[in-house]
């Protein structure tokens, strides 16, 4: 089992920032990738950015890239998403995943934080 647990969500303004933060612990040895999706009102659940965990290796959704920078410590066993140029259509529920080696899922989610980017 991994647990996850991300901070940093809150409500900003268009054009503005902020930075989410999510620890993992437990069973991370069986992760290979961590990401991050959302859930806008009212909408799916969508893929966002993703870091393959040895190698640091990124992969961003079209309509982030530029934006949003998906980086970790490992150290730490943390994931952070920066997210830049906020726009109204970014506010969601934001949830981090953690990929298993194993099955090629991802089986593990944190509890989500919310992000409101006001225009």
């Known amino acids: 089992q991994v647990q996850l647990v991300e901070s940093g969500g809150g409500l900003v303004q268009a054009g503005g920032s902020l930075r989410l933060s999510c620890q993992a612990s437990?069973?991370?040895?069986?992760?290979?990738?961590m990401g991050w999706f959302r859930q806008p009102p009212g909408k799916e659940r969508e893929f966002v950015t993703s870091?393959?965990?040895?190698?640091?290796?990124?992969f961003y959704k079209d309509s982030v890239k530029g934006r949003f920078t998906i980086s970790r410590d490992k150290a730490k066993n943390t994931v952070y998403l920066q997210m830049n140029s906020l726009v109204p259509e970014d506010t969601a529920v934001y949830y981090c995943?953690?990929?298993?080696?194993?099955?090629?899922?991802?089986?593990?989610w944190g509890q989500g934080t919310q992000v409101t980017v006001s225009s």
């Open positions: 995943a953690s990929r298993n080696y194993g099955t090629g899922r991802y089986e593990y």
């Open positions: 870091i393959e965990w040895t190698s640091g290796a990124t």
């Open positions: 437990g069973r991370t040895s069986s992760t290979s990738h």
